[in-house]
């Protein structure tokens, strides 16, 4: 048998993932082709009236004509949609034919009840059942994390229309039932109650995020964004604990790049770091306050019923519900929780049954989810 010692593995992979990262490395050109794409998009079809129960039957067919694991490949491949926004070489050669051809493709993006693991977890897990994606937010303009130009769910939560009581109370729901079983965008965290800080003492959270992610790009971020954030949360709150969740991209990481905006920055006094997996929302019931950029984690802390700031500009953000550090003009309408959820949640959503590649509603999703969570850390983790 071929001993193969751990520092090389760590090595080979780390080469890897060096040469995955450059492939998908945003460039100038790339990067200026998406945004006259976009702007071109934005200008046509904005006045537009868009059917999204069509639009979602049309995803749906197309999606069940392959496996289900095989559906990020479809959508990159396709010339219909994009998955994401990201600049890439890739991306951007689609979208100049589609530009030349003068057609619209729609945004998918992963929803934000996505699955136990992640995709770059693939070598590590033995079911593809916990990689599958239970859905999609869908939209014909942009990325709902960018901020830069309006996406059509921005639109539409900054429109006239009214929700419903009925759908209100659904979404209500929902979110109860979110929060009291801790699912989230990757359910592969174990659930615990963290013991960081000092008793009796407040307890503020800080959250890292991938060095220059496309939704802290697009969701006017910054290098400064995040060091005022965190000046922010010392200053604001003397005497507090100030606890940095590090983004798992900074954990054990060989690569020499910056991966993350707190990578550097040490622990002393009250400043505090978790590097450890937890549940989101286990580390958000924790804590007295939360500060984001523009991570999923500011909405989750909403329905968590926490005090939330925010520093760049996520969907969630401008609407009244969150302490926002910057301001968005476009955004004028006052939303309630229930009614920002139900929109991007629901309306700007669709649900895929991650075992039969049907269509499903969220509430059957999140049943999934509960069941996939406890079969996985019963087979892949405490197995």
Same mark, same amino acid.
């Given at each position: 048998?071929?001993?193969?010692?751990?520092?090389?593995?760590?090595?080979?992979?780390?080469?890897?993932?060096?040469?995955?990262?450059?492939?998908?490395?945003?460039?100038?050109?790339?990067?200026?082709?998406?945004?006259?794409?976009?702007?071109?998009?934005?200008?046509?079809?904005?006045?537009?009236?868009?059917?999204?129960?069509?639009?979602?039957?049309?995803?749906?067919?197309?999606?069940?004509?392959?496996?289900?694991?095989?559906?990020?490949?479809?959508?990159?491949?396709?010339?219909?949609?994009?998955?994401? #926004?990201?600049?890439?070489?890739?991306?951007?050669?689609?979208?100049?034919?589609?530009?030349?051809?003068?057609?619209?493709?729609?945004?998918?993006?992963?929803?934000?009840?996505?699955?136990?693991?992640?995709?770059?977890?693939?070598?590590?897990?033995?079911?593809?059942?916990?990689?599958?994606?239970?859905?999609?937010?869908?939209?014909?303009?942009?990325?709902? #994390?960018?901020?830069?130009?309006?996406?059509?769910?921005?639109?539409?939560?900054?429109?006239?229309?009214?929700?419903?009581?009925?759908?209100?109370?659904?979404?209500? #729901?929902?979110?109860?039932?979110?929060?009291?079983?801790?699912?989230?965008?990757?359910?592969?965290?174990?659930?615990?109650? %963290?013991?960081?800080?000092?008793?009796?003492?407040?307890?503020?959270?800080?959250?890292?995020?991938?060095?220059?992610?496309?939704?802290?790009?697009?969701?006017?971020?910054?290098?400064?964004?995040?060091?005022?954030?965190?000046?922010?949360?010392?200053?604001?709150? %003397?005497?507090?604990?100030?606890?940095?969740?590090?983004?798992?991209?900074?954990?054990?990481?060989?690569?020499?790049?910056?991966?993350?905006?707190?990578?550097?920055?040490?622990?002393?006094?009250?400043?505090?770091?978790?590097?450890?997996?937890?549940? %989101?929302?286990?580390?958000?019931?924790?804590?007295?306050?939360?500060?984001?950029?523009?991570?999923?984690?500011?909405?989750?802390?909403?329905?968590?019923?926490?005090?939330?700031?925010?520093?760049?500009?996520?969907?969630?953000?401008?609407?009244?519900?969150?302490?926002?550090?910057?301001?968005?003009?476009?955004?004028?309408?006052?939303?309630?929780?229930?009614?920002?959820?139900?929109?991007?949640?629901?309306?700007?959503?669709?649900?895929?049954? %991650?075992?039969?590649?049907?269509?499903?509603?969220?509430?059957?999703?999140?049943?999934?989810?509960?069941?996939?969570?406890?079969?996985?850390?019963?087979?892949?983790?405490?197995?």
């Amino acid at each position: 048998m071929v001993n193969i010692s751990k520092q090389y593995l760590q090595e080979r992979l780390a080469k890897i993932i060096s040469n995955r990262d450059s492939n998908s490395e945003v460039t100038a050109d790339s990067q200026e082709i998406m945004d006259l794409y976009q702007d071109y998009i934005t200008e046509k079809y904005i006045d537009e009236n868009i059917n999204l129960d069509l639009l979602k039957k049309q995803i749906y067919k197309d999606l069940s004509s392959v496996e289900i694991k095989d559906h990020h490949t479809y959508i990159n491949n396709s010339d219909k949609y994009m998955l994401g #926004v990201k600049a890439t070489k890739a991306l951007s050669e689609k979208v100049l034919k589609a530009k030349k051809a003068d057609k619209k493709m729609y945004v998918i993006e992963d929803t934000f009840i996505r699955s136990i693991a992640t995709l770059s977890q693939k070598m590590m897990i033995s079911n593809d059942l916990y990689l599958n994606s239970c859905g999609y937010t869908i939209d014909d303009l942009s990325h709902y #994390v960018d901020a830069t130009r309006p996406s059509r769910m921005e639109l539409v939560i900054n429109s006239d229309l009214e929700i419903t009581e009925e759908q209100k109370q659904r979404a209500r #729901v929902l979110i109860n039932k979110i929060i009291e079983n801790k699912i989230t965008k990757y359910n592969n965290q174990p659930i615990y109650e %963290p013991n960081i800080g000092r008793d009796g003492v407040p307890k503020i959270l800080v959250i890292d995020q991938s060095y220059n992610d496309s939704s802290i790009l697009k969701g006017m971020g910054s290098d400064q964004t995040f060091k005022n954030m965190l000046d922010s949360a010392i200053n604001d709150n %003397p005497g507090a604990d100030i606890i940095i969740k590090t983004h798992p991209d900074a954990v054990g990481s060989l690569s020499l790049k910056q991966k993350c905006y707190y990578q550097y920055v040490e622990e002393k006094e009250n400043v505090y770091k978790i590097t450890d997996m937890i549940n %989101p929302i286990s580390l958000i019931n924790y804590v007295d306050k939360v500060y984001v950029c523009s991570s999923q984690f500011g909405f989750e802390s909403l329905m968590c019923n926490k005090e939330t700031h925010i520093f760049g500009m996520p969907f969630y953000a401008g609407w009244g519900l969150t302490h926002d550090a910057q301001k968005l003009e476009r955004r004028t309408k006052k939303r309630s929780l229930e009614e920002i959820f139900y929109i991007a949640y629901i309306m700007f959503s669709i649900y895929i049954n %991650p075992k039969t590649n049907k269509p499903c509603e969220i509430e059957d999703a999140i049943d999934l989810l509960i069941d996939l969570r406890y079969q996985y850390f019963k087979e892949e983790v405490n197995g």
